[in-house]
């Protein structure tokens, strides 16, 4: 269940190594189980230097893939997870989990107690799961707050004596980091009760909950016959829980309005002690029918000191908050494009932004616009080759606006127009970026009246709603699009 | 080396990171451990120098102190160190408790004998039960984080030498259920998981039982000599085992563990009260109790796995990696006795739901599409260890996680693999032909990847995602005709719209040849030699055509390599046409490439060209089909060199020389034949590879026989019966010999090769011959004529040959019948044998008793006498 060695690594495209060693940490013990558990298939950890080239090799972090190399060009050289087998001196180190985020490459090289040879199936080794743990715990404490360069740096800085705290000998004890750095300032605190893992102290002062249910609506619109257009609402419930007391109890329900959507695919937090079978089942794989359970969705948990994600869901609402078409047509030397979109009724009028991104991609700079909007403002990127609309905070009475025109483009230059792999010709989209707070598309809601919460003293619970748009495609239903198998079902 | 200075040290360490072999083969790195030790104890260098100098000694110890004295010597110094800090907070008491258990372990000395050893157990089990310790242990707001750094030092030792804390169970077991303040929870209860787990391990394999292991509260901290039994006997059980998984069942072997009803009970309790405060845990703590209990329990007689159940509810609910994970590895373990039917069904949504979640990150997404396709099924019916679509994941199920464009590389392979799985399905069903059948589905996707990998100028990432989704349908729908079918003309259509993907494509033929290779090498074949010759990706055709160029269409690519030849003007192209020339030699060529290699010879500008087609025309018109494909193939030996002409003239070496190679046949003296004028070895011939134009030679060392002749065979070939060989000999003295043989033959493969054959032995007997048989009646006067004839000149001797239960008459009619001139059975028997060149050697075997018969002998060659003697003591036992 223990991991030999830890790596972040910066990516650093156009640099002589590609990378940067941001941070490593070896664990000589479990080296030493390695060696008596692999065998003969033992493979000592290399030195970062080698580590950093053969890795950044083996994700394609390398810039030069000018030529084909069998080595990693191949076709059989197939990697269906983040798991792989490094070349080092002449061996395979296996296996090594590692995945891009932000710019750093995070990599750990769980122990895996039996042989290599032949390579056991990535389920049966436990260090696997603790492995990814360990790195998305690290991804979450460096970009928690998601602020500077000098941030990170310092954040780095205190990796050393974090892992000492929550991974000492490779065993990871805690993935929660923040947590490990609270208990360090804790520690003097004694502790009359039986103390959970997860909570390094106790809060002092007033009580408060706050709750907030945040929808991310996706969609993807082709205007056709044969394609179904999709939208899916995904929806993460954050929780802040100020309450004095080592194990306050707390329940909190989400409700649906008598028309709003079930939740589906409910993800919770592992500090809820029990849960609804109802909640357990409801999913989005099984065709949905009316009796499906619409809450209320009680979730009884014992919160953590920090704010903590309580738990996820999707929904399948019955129509997209924007219905819109997209049409553009080449016409000798200009594109002729035609936008309409329509704000569904059932929807609250009142964004904090709204805007449609119309990018060209595969062209030259936009030499020339000419359009029309009955609605908002049209501003052009000539360099970057790209229109934003410009919707403002509400949509008009008709709830319907356009936009029509034709763009010129000048001669292409690879350096400074964006380049895509999707929209090739006609193919192209334009992407929605909205927001709107104090609603969410479901309905849900949290009542302040339903948060239960067993603990001294009477909380002041705040509440906070809000819908953003993400991955909020239209497509160009003059030419062919990118579908998925679900738009296919007709 | 002095004392050195906080910024020194800070230079030294990073020194050190940056490379520990470099520093540690530098001489500064001599001192580096021995610095180490002596700084720590500098009231000069600030905490936070030592704990970055610790934690230096926490990952490399065995650098700072390579053999196992040092390591004891550094575990003593640390913990000198340790007890000699003065008694106020310090950040230094956890990492010197860290490191010094690292230098044990690592070190190897941690053990009976080892002084530090002795030192630290005791010391951490006496933190770890929150005992006071008395002076040097600080402030009592450094109790619990020390206690908790013990049980992890404990755990690691534990982990590191199994058995260790066996005889501390019921201590551990006591600490975690005491009231009030208590030891922290979660460490002790991981100890305690892990040293239950390994004790029952131990004595399942020593067949011994718990022995009250689990109530026995002695070994009180301090108190008492540690107790090593059960490391002692475990310390040989650190060795490969994946306990959890049903792969492993057999290993397992606690069933041989049978717990007494009370023992059984103890265990019970004591796994569900670790159960019963796990949620006490961190989620990555939770799921290594689980994975701990669950080897622990697993086949355990008596042990009920349904203590689990009220924590799988709660687990199922949530999204972290490691609990579902653990779930898995229960089910695992325990299969049907944990998870019913509907429970199965549960958890495969659950994980289904997972593995496209969009509040997941991708990497977990991938790790659970692998889970769905490896899940453990209670009733599995596909071979172990491949990876398959589990019975009750219907199609319908699996919508959301088929690929699609959008997806990244890694993800689409993923999806596309399970896409994959359900189309073999979907064919094996029925032929629908719907447009949303998942053939149907897959087919657009691919041409979707084919569209983005044409793409000019693209990155060469998107053309091999491309080919590697080829290679993956190729591989899972082999014979599946409607696919495989439109994704070959797909391919096709690809290197017409970017012939510099040629590698790619040479590549993707080399690795699907059985299910693709012959159909794509078609098409492509045909979209090259349909192009005219001096297209600008020229290059790229004659790579494509080195490697699908045969004998079918030659004509078409002889038309295309003739256009293409005027346009070749420098080296590099010149090469890779006649690299598609020594393609079609191989392949068998006609009398349109000899035509055409004449005209390179002419025709080419650089001379190294030109030589090479007068080459390539001389083999085409000299050397026969086969040998020449085995001139032309790939050298055996290793190019040391990427040069083509020293690849290639290896290549020739190989096939014009004659190569020393295994023997492909075995020889054996087949039995005497006694007859003609000369003695004649008759050879038995066993034939293990086919062997053309064989030629065997003989040879006897020293000159004892006239040279000998060499025997040819056309052909010989395994499984059909091969006739004797016969070898006449010419003995000049008559005395036994050694042949040395060696083979010279054709392989099947056109090599001539060479083979020294094992030695075969002539026998004295083998060269005996008869004299012509007299008239009867005047037998008896012949052989006297004989006998008289050998004195003075030769030597008459008498000898005793021993007879076995056989008798004389058996004997003589076995070993010397031929040479028989009278008999008188079964008593007696007068013998003449003409030894070659000309001696002779007569005997008189008369009188014959019950064990052996006197013989009376004479030749006219006194030097066959040992033989002889040696010749006839030899035939009762060779018999």
Redesign the interface.
Known sequence: ??QRAVWLISHEPGTPLGGTVRFS?????V???AK????TSYVPIP???PFLKSLLFEL?LLDE??D?M?S???????????VYGLKVGGEELWPV?A?L?NGIVYACVPLV???LSPR?????I?A???G???L?GIQDFLYSSQKIDTELNTKLSQL??LL?QAC??G??????LQ?SLD?ISF??V???Q?????KAGTYKGKPQVSISITE?V?SMQYDKQ?IADTW?V?G?VTCKCDLEGIMPNVTISLSLPTNGSPLQ??????C????D?A???S???D?MDDSAFSGPYKFPF?PPLESF?LC?Y?SQVPVPPILGFYQMKEEEVQLKITVNLKLHESVKNNFEFCEAHIPFYNRGPITHVEYKVSFGQLEVFREKSLLIWIIGQKFPKSMEISLSGTVTFGAKS?EKQP?D??C?GGTAYLKLHFRILDYTLTGCYADQHSVQVFASGKPKINTHRKLISSDYYIWNSKAPA?????S??? | MGLLSREAWAQRLGAF?????AYMAAPEGEDLGRDLLSDLRSEKLSEQTK??ML?LS?????QLWPDAPAAEAAATSLLDTLVLLPPRPSALR??LL?AA??AL??G?VLGPTSGASLRLLPLLLGLASGGDLGRGFGP???Q??LQA?AC??L??LE??KPGLLGGSLGLLRGLLGQE???A????LSLLLALALRNTLVIQARARASLQGLLTVRASPPGGGPWNWTLAQEGEAH?????P??P??EEECGLSALEPSPEEARELRAAVAQLLD?S??????????LL?LLGWALRGLRGQPPVLFKPQL??L???????????V??LK?AFGEALFTAQDEA?LL??L???AQ????????H??Y???LL?F?ENCPLGPV?EEAAPLLLEP??C??L?P???HDP?AL??RL?LLCLLCAEDEQKEEKGQ??SPCH?LQ?LLA?LQ??AA?T??????A?LC??A???VAHCLAGHHTVLAPLTHGLAQLYRARPALA??FV??LD?VAPELGEPLRVVLRQEVVSRPGGDEALRWHLQMLAKVADRDAQSATLGFLQAAAAHCTDWGLQQALLRVCRALLRAGGGGGLADLLQALARQLEDPDGRDHARLYYVLLSHLSGPKLGVALGPSLAAPALTSSLVAENQGFATALMVQEAPAPIRLSVGPRRAEGPVPVLQLQVEVLEPVYSLELRFRVEGQLYAPLGAVHVPCLCPGRPARPLLLPLQPRRPAPAQLDIRALYTKSTGLTCYTHLPPLPVKFADLFLPFPKAPEGARLGFFEELWDSCLPKGTESRLWCPLGPQGLEALVSRHLEPFVVVARPPTSYHIAIRLPPDSKLLLRLEAAQADGVPVVLRTDDWAVLPLVGDYLRGLSAAV
Request: glycine share 4%; proline share 9%.
């Open positions: 269940m223990a940490r070896r664990y000589p013990t080296e030493k189980r008596v558990f692999n065998g030195e970062d230097g394609r893939d000018r084909f069998e990693r060009d191949s076709c059989s050289r197939i990697n269906k997870t983040s989990v995945f985020k107690e039996q042989t056991p199936a990535l389920i049966s436990s696997i799961s603790q990814f743990e360990l998305f050393p004596d000492l000492p000998f065993t990871l004890l805690d993935a929660n947590n208990s520690a003097s004694t502790h009359p039986k103390q959970p893992a997860w991310k996706k044969d899916q995904v993460t695919d409910i993800l919770v937090h592992p809820v002690t029990s849960l079978s909640i357990l089942t999913s989005s794989i065709a014992t994600n996820y999707t690879h380049f792999h999707i090739i990118p579908v998925t198998y679900g296919l079902l007709l | 990171r940056a490379s520990p072999s704990v970055s934690a926490l990952e490399y110890p065995a956890r990492p860290l258990t690292t372990v690592t190897g009592s707001s450094e619990r984080p750094t992890e030092c755990r690691e982990s590191c009030g303040p208590v922290p929870v979660q460490p650190l060795q490969p085992q994946a959890s998984w792969a492993a405060t949620y006490l845990l961190t989620p990555v703590a939770q799921a290594q994975w509810v709660r199922l609910g949530t999204a972290q990696l490691t609990l579902l994970h653990a898995l590895a695992a549960l949504r659950r289904t739901l997972a979640h969009p509040a997941l990150p991708l990497p977990a991938l790790f599409l692998h889970c490896s453990p260890g319908q199920l919508r959301g088929l699609n464009l959008l890694m392979l993923a693999h447009a949303q589905y657009e979707g569209q983005r793409l100028g693209g990155p060469r990432a998107l091999t080919f590697q080829s290679y993956l590698p790619h590549d993707l690795r």
